[in-house]
């Protein structure tokens, strides 16, 4: 089946550190999404983007739609350590599917 | 308003032993889904429902059953365990787009 690849797998980082990580597709995705799990919680929605090259803020989050429209990338300004957990981006064939695809994840570690 | 309810938080079962994880969600949603998070393999689908009344197979839906009992309820059945069914389990609602998915907390399953 579909697969996404995301890189890194894992960040350790100092805080107040920017963050950028990415997920591929070796198909084309028409709706890209990225989730965060906290620890011991169920993934949350960040962002949800539509439209190839279209870049989506969410406070200190900034996600952008490959242009190909076979990747996205996910960058977080200045990590405070509320940040840490594991990012997964998701995707879809068209807004509105019932199957996502998620990638492995990123697990991110945050050194106050 | 509690969202999507999972339980139970925590099951060990011994191989062949069989149990139903459940699952409520309080948002109107027509779409739930159930899903497993295995180490480095992100997450994957292994039924929906589309609505109520209707059940569909995702990736891996070898080993497990499912009912859409009402709109609220969706449960997971596990008939004959297996320790490759040692996971955690986790449960979701579509919203108004059904790609922007609500979590439970999720179930941690142990099969010995």
């Known amino acids: 089946g579909q697969q996404l690849n995301q890189s890194p797998q894992s960040m350790f980082i100092q805080e107040g550190e920017d963050v950028s990580m990415n997920c591929t597709s070796s198909s084309i995705f028409n709706t890209w999404l990225w989730y965060k799990q906290d620890p011991g919680e169920g993934p949350v929605l960040l962002i949800a983007l539509y439209k190839a090259g279209e870049l989506t803020s969410n406070g200190r989050l900034t996600a952008q739609f490959g242009i190909t429209r076979k990747d996205s990338f996910l960058n977080i300004s200045a990590s405070i350590p509320s940040d840490v957990g594991i990012y997964f981006c998701?995707?879809?064939?068209?807004?509105?599917?019932?199957?996502?695809?998620f990638g492995q994840g990123t697990r991110l570690t945050i050194n106050p | 308003n509690a969202g999507v309810t999972q339980t139970p938080k925590f099951q060990v079962l011994k191989t062949g032993q069989s149990m139903t994880l459940q699952c409520a969600q309080d948002m109107n949603h027509n779409s739930m889904y159930w899903y497993r998070q295995d180490p480095g393999m992100g997450l994957r689908l292994i039924y929906y429902?589309?609505?109520?009344?209707?059940?569909d197979k995702g990736e891996v839906p070898n080993g497990y059953n499912v009912s859409r009992l009402n709109k609220r309820e969706f449960s997971l059945r596990l008939e004959s365990a297996a320790p490759s069914q040692t996971s955690v389990y986790f449960c979701?609602?579509?919203?108004?787009?059904?790609?922007?998915?609500?979590f439970g907390s999720g179930t941690q399953l142990s099969v010995l």
């Open positions: 429902s589309a609505s109520e009344g209707t059940t």
């Open positions: 998701a995707g879809a064939p068209r807004r509105g599917a019932q199957k996502l695809v």
């Open positions: 979701a609602s579509g919203g108004s787009t059904n790609e922007k998915l609500f």
